[in-house]
């Protein structure tokens, strides 16, 4: 039986979430269709008829990266009749993953009504709605808009305190969401009158951050962030500078493009990245380790060996990423207690550090303050991609999106004051981010930017305890580990 196009007025998937690469299994030619005992002709024979059909298609959305799932949103998609219903499940990284944009843009443009339906607990196989399957899961249901129709991204986030564990459960769980009041912006989900189950947020399906969360005032912190507006619990509200970091700047390379193999004989990036061997020519910020990354300042760990007839490409690169200032592109908040970091000087950054370059170099020791104050944290997880538990993921392109403080505001003075105040902490040692909580340092830095550098009243600290308190607590922060926050 073949569906015609746009048929179907319901269409529901629990598409296969493999991906195309044989990072884990090299004898496996394409894992995407390494099941039911393919053979490798037939594997590589259905991969090249999923290309041919993904070239027939107008706006694809199915992205290698992004897995299987995204080539059956297409599927899914064509078949779905305007004011059909689309009805998916995914992985919890469709909402904000880079590989999966084009996903997200479709269900913007061409879709209405849309609910995405998340879990924000801890522990890997709380968060996913099948049965066998390790990772975190999303349900998304859409309405195809009719002929005149144009979506509007308008999107119901409901995050749900743990799996529905029965059919009956799942009945009420549907109900109690249909329930909802249509004018409210967020709120909590209760079946019954007394029993929360989760709690619910409207936003634009651009905020992806709202989903998996278990208090609504972070996603209030996070989005007033973007409007430049500082907004704490207990109604507290002010005018706060900020801008995206693309406006400060631009990202370094991607790190392949540093140090990246040889193919046909030709390296892609110009470095061989080794061990520092006395005092390098190319120092390199690479790896991760948490326990030398708890204070502001990191020394380099590696330096760049030049290959052989790169020596020009060598110079290119350092001339063209070499900076002080470093973001952490994996950020294991439970282990790791910075987002940004600066090297004692010049270095090139690797693949877990890599370089922002500023416009400015007088706009360096502000934006590393603030990227390690509560705030700063905040807005770095909110952004990134919270697959796995306690861990906040961006790729170097989707550093520019980043919420900082805007550097540019300041007077003279304040950025004076500024290097007063990293003189005063680029010493301390700061916790784990998930233990802000409990970091007198990290305290600290947030009443040293906010009410001496920004001049903000010291009655913002108290509601800024309450959301640090409660952003500790998120199940996606502290991953279940036992140096969360007592919230009993």
């Not at 179907?8 to 296969?16: F, R, T």
């Not at 303050?369 to 790729?395: E, H, K, P």
Request: charge should be neutral; glycine fraction near 8%.
């Amino acid at each position: 039986m073949i569906l015609p196009r746009e048929t179907a007025d319901l269409v529901i998937m629990n598409p296969p979430f493999t991906r195309p690469t044989n990072h884990e299994k090299a004898e496996v030619p394409v894992p995407s269709f390494a099941g039911l005992g393919k053979t490798e002709d037939e594997q590589r024979a259905m991969a090249k008829r999923l290309a041919e059909i993904r070239r027939r298609l107008a706006n694809p959305v199915g992205h290698g990266n992004a897995g299987l799932a995204s080539n059956f949103i297409d599927l899914a998609h064509v078949k779905t009749k305007p004011g059909g219903v689309l009805a998916l499940v995914l992985p919890a990284v469709c909402v904000s993953g880079e590989s999966w944009k084009e996903v997200r843009r479709l269900l913007e443009v061409e879709y209405e009504d849309l609910v995405i339906v998340t879990i924000a607990a801890h522990g890997q196989t709380d968060l996913a709605f099948s049965a066998d399957t390790g990772m975190a899961e999303a349900l998304v249901v859409a309405t195809k808009c009719r002929a005149g129709q144009e979506g509007s991204g308008k999107t119901l986030f409901v995050n749900l305190y743990h799996r529905p564990s029965s059919l009956a459960e799942s009945f009420e769980v549907a109900r109690s969401v249909r329930r909802l009041s249509p004018q409210a912006r967020q709120g909590r989900v209760c079946v019954g009158d007394r029993e929360t189950i989760g709690t619910y947020i409207r936003a634009p399906l651009s905020q992806g951050g709202c989903a998996s969360l278990r208090e609504t005032t972070l996603a209030d912190a996070a989005l007033g962030l973007l409007k430049k507006t500082l907004r704490l619990p207990q109604g507290y509200s002010a005018p706060l500078p900020t801008t995206q970091l693309r406006s400060l700047g631009e990202e370094g390379l991607y790190h392949l493009d540093i140090s990246g193999g040889i193919s046909n004989g030709v390296p892609r990036g110009p470095f061989e990245i080794i061990p520092i061997q006395g005092i390098p020519q190319y120092p390199v910020l690479r790896s991760h380790d948490a326990k030398r990354e708890r204070s502001l300042v990191v020394p380099p760990d590696s330096e760049g060996e030049v290959r052989p007839g790169c020596d020009d490409r060598a110079v290119s690169v350092w001339n063209r990423v070499a900076s002080r200032l470093h973001f952490n592109l994996d950020f294991r908040i439970n282990s790791q207690s910075l987002t940004a970091c600066l090297t004692p000087a010049k270095a090139i950054g690797g693949r877990a550090w890599p370089n922002f370059i500023l416009e400015q170099d007088e706009w360096t020791l502000p934006l590393v303050l603030w990227s390690n104050t509560t705030l700063g944290l905040l807005a770095f997880w909110w952004v990134g991609t919270r697959q796995q538990q306690g861990r906040a993921c961006l790729t170097i392109t989707q550093l520019p999106r980043l919420t900082v403080l805007d550097p540019r505001s300041l007077s003279k003075e304040q950025l004076a004051q500024a290097e007063n105040i990293f003189e005063r902490f680029k010493e301390k040692e700061f916790l784990p981010a998930n233990e802000a909580y409990r970091d007198d340092a990290r305290q600290a830095l947030d009443r040293a930017v906010l009410v001496e550098l920004l001049r903000l009243p010291e009655a913002a600290l108290e509601p800024l305890a309450i959301l640090r308190d409660q952003w500790c607590a998120e199940p996606s922060v502290h991953g279940g580990k036992k140096t969360r926050i007592d919230n009993s």
